[in-house]
């Protein structure tokens, strides 16, 4: 586009000249009415997007010897946000001078959520659940964060025939997923595959026999590795149990347990070549390393006005060093792939979990980390953001 040049400037401004006229009169002519306090637009993000909620434990049941189911109601909204089934959340947990979070899978449905309860399944397997499992009581408060995570069905991605593999408690976003496909509320076939040891090990049984029952798109088979028992297979989800029930080219993956159970469904997957969309993993905490004699550092922690010195081990994260000390450290999925611990690194050398960093070209160029998969090599100081 060519525009003409003028010999003066301020033959430009000339052009404007109505400007300040223009705008008088439709200030004279707008509303006298006060602005509006709640925009609509604000009130829906603020619905669907909560940050962190305070919530209530309101029931607990034992599921498996090791497995205790917990539902919590939200106390300072009347329900909780719509979320993706498979999603998981965030729960904060005072014990003693320790304020620390974990990740859980969600078992209810995304339309269970909007009658206000949120249910989850946790197994007796650390420091966190551990306290969830035998201590924790209906009427403790918590702070849990929105639903995160993308272990979800995604139509413009996946298949429409989905394959899930659930080891032990694994089972949990699966639990969700299968409700709200009786619910109707997804359109996709789910052939599930549930793995545990013995028959006594398979949480959630009952209900989902009757989901199975009542919606033709879920098929579920039970896979037993230490016993024989009726209606159930015999061994582990191999490729050729895989093939008895479902069709593994045609389909995309869903794997949720330990690590081993993902090393060997990839072993039995491998031969067929799928594109890796096809395989969907729901990640795990990033834990402790495996170290005989961890070396102590001098963690120094500033967040916002305050600083804070603490010690860090170096078999463990700086997350958990500062959780340790009780400071109020943001983090979600503990995996580093959600990004919500961002933090700027300042000094000391660190190691970030092998395969876990998630972190961005540019976050990697300008000295930025996340605590969750991160761990010292000497003493540190970093800058951390408080979680609410």
Not at 162 to 179: K, L, R
Request: aromatic share 10%.
């Amino acid at each position: 586009m060519k525009f003409k040049k003028q010999l003066f400037g301020f033959m430009d401004m000339l052009r404007f000249k109505n400007m300040v006229p223009t705008r008088r009169r439709m200030l004279s002519e707008g509303s006298d009415a006060p602005i509006a306090e709640k925009y609509r637009t604000n009130e829906l993000a603020k619905k669907l997007h909560p940050g962190f909620m305070q919530v209530e434990l309101t029931e607990t049941r034992p599921l498996t010897d090791s497995i205790t189911e917990l539902t919590f109601c939200r106390t300072d909204c009347g329900e909780f946000p719509f979320f993706r089934a498979g999603q998981y959340v965030s729960l904060q947990v005072k014990i003693g001078g320790s304020l620390v979070s974990r990740p859980y899978s969600i078992v209810s449905s995304p339309r269970q959520a909007l009658s206000n309860k949120l249910v989850l399944a946790v197994e007796n397997a650390g420091f966190v659940s551990e306290y969830l499992n035998k201590a924790a009581k209906a009427g403790d408060s918590f702070v849990m964060t929105e639903p995160s995570g993308e272990f979800h069905y995604e139509a413009l991605r996946d298949s429409g025939n989905i394959i899930c593999v659930a080891g032990g408690s694994g089972i949990t976003p699966f639990m969700s997923m299968a409700g709200s496909l009786a619910d109707g509320d997804e359109d996709f076939r789910m052939t599930l595959f549930y793995g545990a040891r013995t028959y006594a090990q398979l949480a959630y049984k009952k209900e989902l026999d009757e989901m199975s029952a009542r919606c033709d798109r879920l098929s579920v088979v039970y896979v037993l590795s230490d016993e024989d028992a009726q209606g159930c297979e015999r061994g582990f989800v191999s490729a050729e149990l895989i093939k008895k029930y479902a069709d593994i080219e045609g389909s995309t993956f869903f794997l949720c347990g330990p690590k081993a159970m993902y090393d060997f469904i990839d072993g039995e997957l491998a031969p067929f070549n799928l594109p890796r969309k096809a395989v969907r993993r729901d990640a795990s905490c990033c834990a402790d390393l495996q170290e005989e004699n961890p070396k102590e550092f001098t963690l120094t922690v500033r967040m916002r006005d305050e600083v804070f010195t603490l010690t860090a081990k170096s078999n463990e994260t700086l997350l958990t060093a500062m959780e340790r000390a009780g400071l109020n450290a943001p983090n979600k999925c503990r995996a580093g792939g959600c990004g919500f611990c961002h933090s700027k690194w300042i000094s000391g050398g660190y190691r970030v979990a092998e395969d876990r960093d998630g972190r961005r070209e540019a976050d990697r160029k300008f000295g930025f980390i996340h605590p969750c998969v991160t761990y010292p090599l000497e003493d540190m100081e970093i800058d951390v953001p408080p979680a609410y």
